[in-house]
């Protein structure tokens, strides 16, 4: 069986799981190759205009699947810890695909809903086992192994790797981290935004490439976003709108951090609401407000990175 995954949203977060998952349960993982031209305008013809732009890449990454696979897994992600939900936007992709596109393989959409309690996520892949066929005590079996992965995974990010090359480690492929003779820039964004380098026109290479060691708000361990959450009045209820809010007040304050980026998709709503709480944690540093969308341009990036690496250059060699 040929399970096919978009690389898109949540694969930057839970891909190690996921592979695992299927490959322990005899199924052949296919990921969708990686943004490109091409991906990106079948999501625009596919997607709704008023999408954000990884709604749209994640239309074009699901079209690229059709055809080459029996099954795509798109799961529901309501949640992913308690009393908190994800973006409505990644919520309901699965129930938006499913109702726009046809000519699609079946897609499996089990709900994660840790919401509902510690055992939430256990039981979505309990669920898409059984619908494929397997017997539960394997499922079970596979879905340890999986999260197993995962918390390795999590363990990688945390040392500074991105999540495509955590991967490739968990794969037994060499991947080292490159040499950062500038010190630290911190990237405050969604991984699946961030770390798609054609959507952000090889921001992290670019950034990499100068010298710096780049620092996603992913690589944060989950304690340091709690404890950072706790300057907040009222908790925040949107998980990956909390993190990045934590990163910028973590970020915004280390020593070893020279500079901060925060990166967003045009007519995200959730970002228009934490970007204040960034820009006012990171003020003190050289700061780069980058919001993209399927019309940005290249020119208009470096010219802007340029005068941002400049800035920094400046400050510390002040
Ligand atoms: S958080 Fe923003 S960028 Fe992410 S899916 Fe929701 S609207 Fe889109």
Redesign the pocket.
Known sequence: MRIGIPRA?LYYHYFALWRVFFTDLGCEVVVSPPTGRSILERGLTAAEDES????KVAYGHVVALAGKVDYVFLPYMKSVEAKRYL????IGLPDMIAHNLSGLPPLLRPEVNAYAGPDGAERAYLAVGAQLGFPRERCREAYRCGAAAQQEFRRLVEEGFLPEEAYARLEGREVALPAAPRGAIAVIG?S??SCDSFVTMDLVGRLREAGYRVLISDSLPAAEVDRQAERLSKDMFWS??RRLMSAGFHFGTRDDVRGVILL??F?????SMVEPFIVHAAAGKPFLNLTVDEHSGEAGLVTRLEAFLDMIERRWSA
């Open positions: 949203f954000c732009l990884p709604v973006c409505p936007k990644i969604h699946y935004l990956f709108g967003t998709a007519s995200c709503g959730a970002d």
